[in-house]
């Protein structure tokens, strides 16, 4: 099995600090709980692709990762590996990124030509 979080990675310069993990939706403003439905459906995305790449190798692990996308929903490059323990389970997160994209474009509330975000996928 596996898991996701997955994280706006954009830095609020009105607010000068990262965006936090979303503990509670209800008590989010309406740009933020864009924000997050959108970062849902990336996840889910993703996730379809993940189940046909990985197969259930049975290897356990996390991979860290960034990648950005333009507000149309295009891929911007190749996603950036920040740590992992598994040249597999690297491959197939790079693999899932890249088939599920291009992703939908930014709904309304989500400012900005491209956003940056980091998922973490756990692997047990």
């Known amino acids: 099995t596996?898991?996701?979080?997955?994280?706006?990675?954009?830095?609020?310069?009105?607010?000068?600090?990262?965006?936090?993990?979303?503990?509670?939706?209800?008590?989010?403003?309406?740009?933020?709980?864009?924000?997050?439905?959108?970062?849902?459906l990336l996840s889910e995305?993703?996730?379809q692709k993940l189940k046909m790449n990985y197969l259930k190798q049975g290897k356990i692990g996390e991979v860290h990762l960034v990648f950005t996308l333009l507000s149309?929903?295009?891929?911007?490059?190749e996603p950036e590996i920040l740590n992992t323990i598994d040249e597999t389970l690297k491959k197939?997160?790079?693999?899932?990124?890249?088939?599920?994209?291009?992703?939908?474009?930014?709904?309304?509330?989500?400012?900005?030509?491209e956003r940056r975000f980091k998922l973490v996928v756990s692997f047990e």
């Open 92 to 113: 197939a997160v790079i693999l899932s990124v890249g088939e599920a994209s291009p992703f939908p474009p930014f709904p309304e509330g989500i400012v900005g030509t």
């Open 2 to 40: 596996y898991s996701f979080t997955l994280k706006d990675d954009q830095k609020k310069e009105e607010e000068g600090k990262e965006t936090k993990e979303v503990r509670n939706i209800a008590s989010l403003r309406a740009p933020e709980k864009t924000l997050f439905s959108y970062s849902r």
């Open 45 to 47: 995305r993703i996730g």
């Open 72 to 77: 149309n929903g295009e891929l911007v490059g």
